[in-house]
């Protein structure tokens, strides 16, 4: 029994002249569940419609449950779990429907397809409404369902392309319950995504930018790794002209918005809030508050981002 579930070796993907996918690299064990970070265009969905075999790679290769992405596509549809970022069941069949017809597609038996869909109800929290029009359900609750369906023929990796886009954030957090009982039951589930909380849930982030694989690791680690000095949460009046104040100044290590507030990387806690304080006392600028933070993926996400974006630059 092969050791990974996925392997990517120097996978390619170009439009024309325009290279979605540059080189990427990356494994995935029994198990998993491994994020697809990064913004959109980042190149996320192109990777996973080659490793799903919808897609044919420029240059590079990749497995998907022992096969060959180029040479052996129809065997990987078999054996994998496919829910895009557009909600792919019609809306005009009931529940029940949906799910007897996807059960159809994957051959179950009619013996098969009734346990399944006593199973599939329970899933997706759906018992007693396998009569309800599928389009008249809530957008949580359509995704619950598009995952069941997925998940009908029982396969061993399943593919999620931004399975909680436009769900409010209760939904999200069930959803997320279910993925991580599938990865307890050794389904294998890489995911994409572009909201930074979410890939906290993962056992692992895969960071793309640009089509390249800039970073991967959990999120400690990832955190660990590139966030190594103090950030400090100001809440200030005249945001962007404080930033730019602080922009200015050498001590200042990083600086960027978030929501509201500014995020403030220094070399010491105790003296970045008394340079910070000094700063915007001497320019008359009203300072609110500033709280010691913990680092978040956002952080690491845009430090790598501004990195390597200067490093492509540079290069120019």
């Known amino acids: 029994m092969a050791e990974y579930s996925i392997e990517v070796h120097n996978l390619t993907k170009a439009f024309g002249n325009f290279v979605a996918v540059r080189n990427i690299n990356f494994d995935v064990a029994r198990g998993e569940i491994v994020g697809f970070l990064g913004a959109n265009g980042a190149g996320k969905s192109t990777t996973i419609r080659m490793l799903c075999g919808l897609l044919s790679p420029t240059a590079g290769t990749a497995r998907v449950a022992g096969y060959d992405i180029v040479t052996e596509p129809e065997r990987i549809k078999?054996?994998?779990?496919?829910?895009?970022?557009?909600?792919?069941?019609?809306?005009?069949?009931?529940v029940e429907q949906n799910?007897?017809?996807?059960?159809?597609?994957?051959?179950l038996s009619s013996c098969s397809l009734s346990a399944k869909l006593r199973w599939a109800l329970e899933l997706c929290g759906l018992s007693g409404k396998e009569r309800a029009l599928t389009g008249e359900l809530p957008v949580g609750w359509k995704q619950r369902l598009?995952?069941?369906?997925?998940?009908?023929?029982?396969?061993g990796i399943v593919f999620l392309d931004e399975p909680t886009g436009g769900v409010d954030p209760v939904s999200r957090r069930r959803f997320w319950e279910l993925i991580?009982?599938?990865?307890?039951?050794?389904?294998?589930?890489?995911?994409?995504?572009?909201?930074?909380?979410?890939a906290e849930y993962c056992h692992r982030v895969l960071l793309l930018h640009a089509g390249q694989l800039v970073a991967s690791g959990s999120p400690e680690e990832l955190k660990t790794k590139f966030i190594r000095h103090p950030i400090l949460e100001v809440e200030c009046e005249q945001t962007g002209e404080v930033l730019a104040l602080l922009e200015a100044e050498d001590w200042v290590l990083a600086s960027s918005v978030f929501g509201a507030y500014l995020h403030v990387q220094v070399a010491d806690e105790e003296e970045g809030r008394a340079k910070i304080s000094a700063l915007l006392r001497s320019r008359g600028l009203i300072l609110r508050r500033i709280d010691a933070i913990r680092p978040r993926l956002e952080h690491?996400?845009?430090?790598?981002?501004?990195?390597?974006?200067?490093?492509?630059?540079?290069s120019v």
């Not at 078999?78 to 009931?94: A, C, N, P, W």
């Not at 991580?180 to 389904?187: E, H, I, P, R, T």
């Not at 690491?300 to 540079?314: D, G, P, S, W």
Request: charged share 20%; aromatic share 12%; hydrophobic share 40%.
């Open 78 to 94: 078999e054996r994998i779990g496919y829910m895009s970022q557009k909600f792919s069941l019609y809306e005009d069949l009931t």
């Open 180 to 198: 991580n009982d599938l990865a307890a039951s050794g389904v294998t589930v890489l995911v994409t995504t572009h909201y930074l909380d979410e």
């Open 146 to 155: 598009a995952l069941s369906c997925a998940l009908l023929h029982e396969p």
């Open 99 to 107: 799910i007897r017809f996807y059960g159809g597609i994957y051959g």
């Open 300 to 314: 690491v996400f845009i430090q790598l981002i501004e990195k390597t974006e200067k490093l492509a630059e540079a």
